[in-house]
């Protein structure tokens, strides 16, 4: 019996450790879901809340919905098909991805993506690589002519299937940080809008992710594993004026938390008559009440002096 108890314990010994490994890998899974679950609320919650604050979606829509390869883009299509599922208005998804043709660009990574979640896609060929490559001088960023370039393409392609709403991916740390290169190297006080008319009054363009912040949605892109694309053009490229402002405000971020947010928040409480932009408020008509308010005093001085006659 001694003996049958010793090898029995020692057994136990072997099989403790697998036994071990298997609950933490399964205490890890369990956590990674639950964190999922909570990324997945939060994200659709703001996103949720941008559609409704600035009418993005509305019964009927067609949503073109632009796919760079990125997490950006990635989470904002996975979020609006959810959404799509629960909302209370029906609207229709056409995912759009722009092949510029980069060098080593992956071309089955998105068509075969698209194509496991049955969504309905189309893949648009150009060749603006070239073009921004050889149009852009020496140690300037492509950023600007890829993007014109780009969006031509897409806002073409959006006539042509009849899209109501085009989709951008950006979130809001892009927006703040389109507000301070605006500021330091444009001297213009602007950023990218939730919501935009285009120039030639064709097209209405939609950024769902307006509210959502940057870390939960690379988080959200790692968890789910997304086949993230990284851009070869402009992420070559280096001491972008763009990566600047980000270091910044990450350096914000981490000095100051909450610092973030109260600068978006400042961008939604915009106050025109203490900025001084003359087309936005009409400083030249501003007049002094001093003299009107006098002569109301002295109107009710003169009703009191009446009533106490009585």
């Not at 961008?267 to 087309?279: E, F, K, M, Q, Y």
């Amino acid at each position: 019996m001694a003996l049958l108890r010793n090898e029995n314990y020692t057994v136990a010994l072997e099989v403790l450790p697998r036994f071990t490994d298997e609950i933490n890998v399964s205490n890890t899974v369990r956590k990674s879901h639950l964190r999922l679950n909570r990324l997945q609320k939060n994200l659709r919650r703001e996103c949720g809340r941008a559609i409704a604050d600035f009418n993005m979606i509305e019964e009927g829509d067609l949503v073109m919905v632009c796919l760079s390869g990125g997490k950006d883009s990635y989470v904002m299509l996975d979020i609006l098909l959810n959404l799509q599922k629960h909302a209370p208005i029906n609207f229709s998804i056409h995912a759009v991805n722009l092949d510029q043709k980069q060098p080593g660009f992956p071309e089955h990574v998105l068509p075969e993506y698209l194509e496991s979640i049955e969504v309905d896609y189309h893949i648009i060929e150009q060749d603006t690589y070239s073009v921004v490559v050889d149009k852009t001088a020496e140690g300037k960023s492509y950023c600007g002519l890829c993007s014109r370039l780009r969006r031509g393409n897409l806002y073409s392609y959006a006539e042509k299937i009849g899209a109501s709403k085009i989709a951008l991916g950006h979130h809001r740390h892009d927006i703040m940080e389109t507000l301070f290169l605006n500021m330091f190297f444009g001297g213009k006080l602007k950023a990218m809008p939730p919501k935009l008319l285009s120039d030639d009054k064709k097209h209405i363009v939609i950024r769902p992710l307006a509210y959502c912040k940057e870390e939960e949605i690379a988080e959200f892109a790692d968890l789910k594993k997304f086949p993230i694309i990284p851009c070869t053009l402009c992420g070559n490229q280096e001491n972008l004026q763009r990566q600047e402002i980000k270091k910044m405000l990450n350096s914000w971020d981490k000095q100051f938390p909450g610092r973030l947010e109260v600068i978006f928040r400042s961008i939604t409480n915009v106050a025109p008559s203490h900025l001084a932009d003359t087309s936005l408020f009409a400083f030249n008509n501003l007049e002094v009440e001093r003299q009107k308010s006098a002569n109301s005093k002295q109107d009710e001085s003169k009703l009191l002096n009446t009533v106490n006659l009585f």
